[in-house]
């Protein structure tokens, strides 16, 4: 792990890092700046970078491109980012204190920074708004989820938070909007093994091999010719409750997945998936209370503007 950063977060982002090698026999670099290059030229305009004193070393001086090579030093630098469609809907904060901060996200909004969602994220959107540099999430909502997400308000309390939630111990209750089957037999729990393949959107499921992944659905009501769904997953495969809901035959309205990939637009914001994360409850690392949190949201999740 590298040292703490010598540069401030930019629009709620840390600064990125590189480390050349711990020990190098003969170094294939006579500079950093012959190691900038190679090592980081296909991000970033190395020669811009280095004019402009963008580069950094843990002292926080500039790096210079005929600085003599160094081995096993850390750069620290922010990269350019490229504009964004602001994402719309507000993140209703159910929660917060000292350790942690629930919200309420809307549907299309990435959790995390990453790839082409970057200042349209919750963290670095929460950020800037509540003034928590360090904040992160505990857990994981897909991009096109909505509902109750909860994180972390700084480093020190993240471990023991994050900890609960890979053992299991959070209680963890979505809804969902989807076709009626008179013939289906409710409550059912779905159990099957789950896997994704890289370079394929959809997950898959593996017959005959050990269970990953369970879910317990239930028909919570009817609501026109619909029916609303609670989920109860006790594991937290990628995309579970959207694959065991097709595998029931009442795929999840407006998924764009499932049961076929659709050509949607990532900036179209007018048709929601119909999943809601519901509730989550646990008992308190630090404390020992028992928290319950609720989304404010009800189904139908409404598109644009919600």
Do not use: C
Request: charged letters at 25%.
């Amino acid at each position: 792990m590298p040292p703490r950063s010598p540069l401030p977060q930019r629009q709620g982002l840390d600064a990125a890092w590189v480390s050349t090698p711990e020990r190098t026999q003969s170094p294939a670099w006579a500079t950093m700046g012959d190691w900038l290059h190679e090592r980081v030229s296909e991000f970033v305009d190395v020669a811009g970078f280095l004019a402009d004193e963008r580069f950094v070393y843990e002292t926080g001086a500039p790096v210079t491109a005929h600085d003599p090579y160094r081995p096993h030093t850390f750069v620290w630098f922010h990269r350019d980012l490229a504009d964004e469609v602001f994402v719309p809907g507000k993140m209703h904060v159910i929660h917060r204190d000292e350790r942690i901060v629930v919200i309420d996200k809307p549907p299309f909004l990435s959790s995390i920074p990453r790839g082409r969602h970057v200042l349209q994220s919750v963290v670095v959107r929460l950020r800037a708004e509540l003034g928590l540099p360090e904040l992160s999430p505990l857990h994981r909502l897909d991009r096109v989820t909505s509902g109750v997400l909860v994180l972390a308000t700084e480093r020190r309390w993240r471990g023991a938070y994050q900890s609960m939630f890979q053992r299991g111990e959070v209680g963890k209750v979505y809804r969902a909007l989807a076709p009626l089957r008179a013939d289906l037999k409710l409550p059912v729990t779905v159990r099957n093994h789950l896997t994704t393949r890289h370079g394929h959107w959809q997950a898959e499921v593996v017959p005959d091999a050990p269970v990953n992944a369970e879910t317990l659905v239930e028909l919570d009501r009817v609501q026109g010719d619909l029916g609303v769904y609670r989920l109860t997953p006790s594991t937290g495969r990628t995309h579970q409750l959207r694959m065991h809901m097709l595998g029931l035959g009442i795929p999840i309205s407006g998924d764009p997945l499932y049961p076929v990939v659709q050509d949607v637009s990532v900036h179209d914001f007018a048709r929601p998936l119909q999943l809601l994360a519901s509730e989550v409850t646990f008992t308190d690392p630090i404390d020992g209370g028992v928290r319950r949190f609720a989304s404010v949201r009800r189904l139908p999740v409404r598109g644009e503007g919600a």
